[in-house]
């Protein structure tokens, strides 16, 4: 079992639509949490991070974190085409430590 | 400001034979990274570097697959003998001493024929 689980999707929703996506974890020794967006061909770009229980707001990306039942999610609102990518969550131990990943979710939004 | 660099972007070489991927981190981040992602997967870690010494170097898969970062700044990962399933996209990502963001380039894609 991975250390860090993500469903593959794809994940296809409409423009304007809430995209809600979510890992769960394994180990408790995790004490932050990434989100990261992948367009094809490229490499990952941060998007937001956290540390603790509770809700991150930026912009249109709301990051949760439920270190209780280990899971952690990340919601878009109002989904642009220019959102669709895959998008990657990353925990790790502590600040210069590596980051481990989930498989990543690939999102599509229609127009 | 400019970001992680890495060079080239694509390589396609032949099994057997030994290959160089470069990593140019962001001006002043002392820690750099190198993640290995196959396709459909999620990056996975390979070595970390403070300064120039491997800080962690776990997740080299085997003995073939060596780094370097002579000066502190700039990477090099090698890989001898390559295999087919060494094929993956070869990330580098940089952070600043004890920061938790690591920030990513835009990856060299191997191809091993």
């Known amino acids: 079992q991975k250390e860090v689980e993500q469903d593959p999707g794809p994940l296809s929703v409409p423009e304007g639509a809430i995209v809600s996506l979510n890992c769960t974890y394994s180990?408790?020794?995790?004490?932050?949490f990434m989100w990261y967006r992948q367009y094809s061909r490229k490499g990952p770009e941060l998007l937001m991070y956290?540390?603790?229980?509770g809700n991150k707001e930026d912009g249109r990306f709301t990051a949760q974190v439920d270190k209780s039942s280990k899971y952690i999610s990340l919601f878009i609102r109002d989904s642009q085409p220019s959102d669709s990518a895959t998008y990657l969550c990353?925990?790790?131990?502590?600040?210069?430590?590596?980051?481990?990943f989930g498989g990543g979710t690939r999102v599509l939004v229609k127009p | 400001g400019a970001g992680v660099s890495q060079t080239p972007s694509n390589k396609v070489t032949e099994k057997g034979k030994y290959v160089e991927l470069r990593c140019d981190p962001i001006s002043g981040h002392t820690a750099l990274y190198w993640y290995r992602q196959s396709l459909g997967q999620g990056p996975e870690f390979l070595i970390y570097?403070?300064?120039?010494?491997?800080?962690?170097d776990s997740g080299l898969p085997n003995d073939r697959f060596f780094a370097v970062r002579p000066e502190g700044s700039v990477s090099t990962l090698k890989i001898q003998r390559t295999e087919r399933g060494d094929s993956a996209v070869y990330l580098c990502?940089?952070?600043?001493?004890?920061?938790?963001?690591?920030?990513f380039g835009p990856g060299t894609r191997l191809l091993v024929l």
């Open positions: 990502a940089s952070s600043l001493e004890r920061q938790e963001t690591q920030y």
């Open positions: 570097f403070q300064g120039t010494g491997a800080a962690d």
């Open positions: 180990n408790s020794a995790f004490q932050y």
């Open positions: 990353a925990t790790g131990r502590a600040a210069g430590n590596k980051l481990t």
């Open positions: 956290t540390y603790s229980s």
